[in-house]
């Protein structure tokens, strides 16, 4: 002990004021390889949107006068919350991720708690079923799904045919739900991962003391397993959500072959034909407030179950 | 507790559990079979036979219309989603490790703040920076280049909070000081002993920025008019959406569809184990 302090003193003198390690130089070389291209493609453009939302375009004169853009206040944001479209995109995704979320997620817990127990037999099969749709992107999902929805060329059609059904799968009522049928495809499997990865986590020893006291499986998976990966469940959530809140790929496919779904279906859609019409301001205004609700969602999920667990 | 009721209930129990894992599994895995039964058959008949069975197999036949439609363009949309998902994760997983090991190694002045607005990039949509990025873009003169989409998708964030969690477990302060003590670079030092130490890390940072690029459908779209810049994804949308024209593309489609998903799926299959090791370390926050 005694020799341990002097040493530590000498080679706190030993280094630079300010703190040992490199020197600032070599702090610089290590960070700027990310964060140039981080500031430039990611602050820069947040920054330009908030900018632009912020902007209106004006013209000289009469309807023949030259345009030019100034400053505009809050004037995009009035129209984006005057748009009834913009509403209806919103309350569309509000409906989906309602439902959507919470089906996805349950069926991702009782999955990931199912491959925890040893009731279950092959399962490195059921798990990597489940995580292979992970691998494969948005629209190449959907595309196959719509095949599936297809009237013409759906096998599952087909059989609901044979028993006298006869599903209209992008009928104006449907199609959200087919829609949120290729997300929960999507992604069920990596949610579960998550989940599961945290069960496998918690050390087995916790499981034998209940065990000893009389706990079935379902007790503990219920009241010792789910409270102990809250905190993943929590995370799934929020990225679930804000997924939901960027839906574009998906319903654009499904747009392909439906007629039931308009080009401003999903706020973000709303926002790509409003940026296609050269209405630059006004988009900026929408992705804006999309992200400031994407935000307000997320922190305030998270701020309501910390709070609720007594964190 | 091994009285036969206890017994014959878990075998109950075992027999709807693995029943309702099964129903789940054909779930999982009905578009991917329909898209092989599909892939194998010949246009003419996706429309007449059944979806889900077998009929006269024409899977080569169908790979050679799909890679000499449009003089070979499926091979060329495949070599660049190579460029933009594997280069561009590559570049991306290099940047983040080195961020990330500095952030967490590395003492310095502002190192919590900096931190912390990569944690706030981690929240921002990326389909809310593309719009913008077209404009700052097209200001510049790459939009509707490679650049275009490559220079964004380089950027993860994510990357870099994984990097520095992987970083404090994987690399000891001890051997860093050991090292500067022998006179060694911290260059040196992160390419020749830390990055060793993080390698399995860095996979699962590169298997990360890849599926997130690989998925980034709005960036390209919103990028590139040019067909020949296009990814896969963004063309088979294309291709898709020109069926209700010109019908024969649809089997272009299906067939694409399934070349481009099978290799993904075997590697991802293949690396497993380091999907979960980030997938733990990503719920720890």
Same mark, same amino acid.
């Given at each position: 002990m005694?020799?341990?302090a002097p040493r530590a003193v000498t080679s706190g003198g030993r280094r630079r004021p300010g703190g040992g390690g490199p020197r600032a130089g070599t702090v610089i070389a290590f960070l700027t390889p990310f964060f140039l291209p981080f500031v430039l493609f990611y602050l820069v453009p947040v920054g330009y949107a908030l900018w632009q939302s912020f902007r209106v375009v004006r013209r000289t004169g009469g309807q023949y006068g030259t345009s030019y853009t100034t400053f505009g206040g809050f004037d995009q944001y009035t129209q984006v919350f005057q748009n009834s479209e913009f509403w209806n995109s919103i309350g569309r995704i509000g409906l989906f991720g309602i439902v959507q979320v919470p089906v996805m997620l349950f069926v991702a817990l009782v999955m990931a708690l199912l491959l925890d127990t040893p009731?279950?037999?092959l399962k490195a099969f059921f798990r990597i079923t489940a995580f292979m749709p992970y691998a494969v992107p948005g629209v190449i999902a959907a595309i196959m799904w719509s095949y599936l929805y297809s009237p013409q060329l759906s096998p599952v059609v087909d059989l609901f045919q044979r028993i006298g059904l006869h599903p209209d799968f992008l009928g104006p009522g449907a199609?959200?739900?087919s829609a949120a049928n290729v997300s929960t495809w999507l992604w069920t499997g990596y949610n579960m991962l998550i989940m599961y990865s945290a069960l496998q986590s918690i050390p087995q020893e916790l499981y034998e003391a209940a065990k000893i006291d009389g706990a079935t499986n379902w007790t503990i998976a219920w009241r010792i397993k789910v409270p102990i990966i809250?905190?993943?469940?929590?995370?799934?959530?929020?990225f679930s959500i804000i997924g939901t809140l960027q839906l574009y790929a998906e319903p654009a496919v499904l747009r392909q072959i439906s007629s039931n779904i308009?080009?401003?279906?999903?706020?973000?859609?709303?926002?790509y034909a409003v940026a296609s019409g050269n209405n630059y301001q006004q988009a900026a205004a929408i992705s804006v407030v999309i992200a400031v609700i994407t935000f307000v969602l997320s922190f305030g999920f998270m701020r309501l179950t910390s709070k609720k667990a007594g964190l | 507790m091994s009285n036969p009721s206890t017994i014959r209930e878990s075998r109950g129990s075992r027999a709807a559990v693995m029943a309702l894992m099964f129903l789940l599994a054909i779930y999982f895995l009905l578009p991917v079979y329909f898209l092989i039964v599909a892939a194998t058959k010949p246009q003419g008949e996706l429309a007449t036979t059944n979806g889900l069975a077998f009929s006269h197999f024409n899977l080569f036949e169908n790979l050679r219309i799909l890679f000499t439609r449009s003089d070979g363009i499926f091979g060329r949309w495949a070599l660049n989603t190579v460029i933009y998902a594997v280069l561009g994760a590559a570049v991306g997983t290099l940047i983040s490790a080195l961020c990330g090991y500095a952030l967490a190694k590395f003492r310095f002045r502002g190192r919590e703040f900096l931190f912390?607005?990569? @944690?706030?990039?981690?929240?921002?949509?990326?389909? #809310?920076?593309?719009?913008p990025l077209f404009l700052l873009f097209s200001a510049t003169g790459i939009v509707n280049t490679y650049l275009a989409v490559f220079l964004p998708s380089i950027v993860s964030p994510f990357g870099v909070y994984l990097a520095r969690i992987f970083a404090n477990a994987a690399v000891p302060q001890e @051997?860093?000081?050991?090292?500067?003590?022998?006179? #060694?670079?911290e260059f040196r030092t992160f390419f020749s002993v830390s990055s060793r130490l993080m390698t399995p890390a860095l996979v699962t940072i590169f298997l990360f920025q890849f599926v997130a690029i690989w998925n980034n459908f709005f960036l390209p779209m919103v990028m590139l008019q040019k067909e020949s810049l296009f990814p896969i994804t963004l063309g088979l949308y294309e291709w898709n959406g020109q069926t209700a024209r010109a019908p024969l593309l649809q089997e272009s489609v299906i067939t694409g569809s399934l070349v481009s998903i099978v290799p993904v799926i075997i590697v991802f299959i293949l690396l497993q184990r380091f999907w979960r090791t980030g997938l733990a370390a990503g719920s720890l926050k």
């Open positions: 005694t020799d341990i009731l279950l037999k199609v959200l739900w809250a905190p993943s469940i929590v995370l799934t959530t929020v308009s080009s401003t279906f999903t706020p973000n859609m709303l926002a | 912390s607005v990569v @944690l706030g990039g981690v929240l921002v949509p990326t389909t #809310a920076l593309a719009l @051997l860093i000081e050991s090292a500067r003590l022998d006179g #060694a670079g």
